[in-house]
């Protein structure tokens, strides 16, 4: 069984920053691609990055600049630091990680969201 458990969201200022991580633990051979997306009210899930195990990263072009993606290969981790951040960034954001476990089965888990709420 595998566990994938983000945390860091919580409320800040317009301008200000978050760092979200995410953990995934349990029955994992390996790692391959991590990344982040968020749901705002109302509106679809959407991609905001990515990166895979050797370390490519790419970015939602409403988030290039701002935000940047990294992982921990040894600690099973992806972390996503978000600066500069505006009330449009509001939303539950979604850690997905593409997981070969341990009987060399892949699949794609998702962690329960953690709410970033941007102020104006």
């Known amino acids: 069984q595998v566990q994938v458990v983000e945390s860091g969201g919580g409320l800040v200022q317009a301008g200000g920053s978050l760092r979200l991580s995410c953990v995934a633990s349990?029955?994992?051979?390996?790692?391959?691609?991590m990344g982040w997306y968020r749901q705002a009210p109302g509106k679809q899930r959407e991609l905001v990055a990515t990166?895979?195990?050797?370390?490519?990263?790419s970015y939602a072009d409403s988030v290039k600049g701002r935000f940047t993606i990294s992982r921990d290969n040894a600690k099973n981790t992806v972390y996503l630091q978000m600066d500069s951040l505006k009330p449009e960034d509001t939303a539950v954001y979604y850690c997905?990680?593409?997981?070969?476990?341990?009987?060399?089965?892949?699949?794609?888990?998702w962690g329960q969201g953690t709410q970033v709420t941007v102020s104006s």
């Open positions: 349990g029955s994992i051979f390996s790692i391959n691609a």
């Open positions: 997905n990680t593409r997981i070969k476990n341990i009987m060399f089965r892949e699949y794609d888990y």
């Open positions: 990166i895979t195990n050797g370390g490519s990263t």
